[in-house]
């Protein structure tokens, strides 16, 4: 059964940090695109930022451009979300998805075209 682990979340204060993990089963997962989203109560989930299959092309949202980086290790099947500077407005569950699809290069940020997704992880940012 495919699954997307996402671990790191919590509590943190204005302009401080949090490191986000997502751990798939399967050794298919590092052939994959792998992104991550973030959803905030009463709002669509968005897309925040993605990583293609060997970390060669990334792309963010505008609006973590800059303060958030995305990363992976393939021979640890993990994936990362480093978050700096973080704000109250990145409050939001985060998810850790991957789109199926062997050596994947070409990065979207579109959610329907993800496949798989973990369950999530709360990252609350207070003022």
């Known amino acids: 059964q495919v699954q997307l682990v996402e671990s790191g979340g919590g509590l943190v204060q204005a302009g401080g940090s949090l490191r986000l993990s997502c751990a798939p089963s399967?050794?298919?997962?590092?052939?994959?695109?792998m992104g991550w989203f973030r959803q905030a109560p009463g709002k669509e989930r968005d897309f925040v930022a993605g990583?293609?299959?060997?970390?060669?092309?990334?792309y963010y949202s505008d609006s973590v451009k800059g303060r958030f980086t995305i990363s992976r290790d393939n021979a640890k099947n993990m994936v990362f979300l480093q978050m700096n500077s973080l704000k109250p407005e990145d409050t939001a569950g985060y998810y850790c998805a991957a789109r199926r699809g062997l050596f994947g290069t070409v990065v979207r940020p579109n959610r329907d075209e993800f496949d798989y997704w973990g369950q999530g992880t709360q990252v609350t940012v207070s003022s």
């Open positions: 399967g050794r298919a997962f590092s052939t994959f695109v």
């Open positions: 990583i293609s299959w060997n970390g060669a092309s990334t």
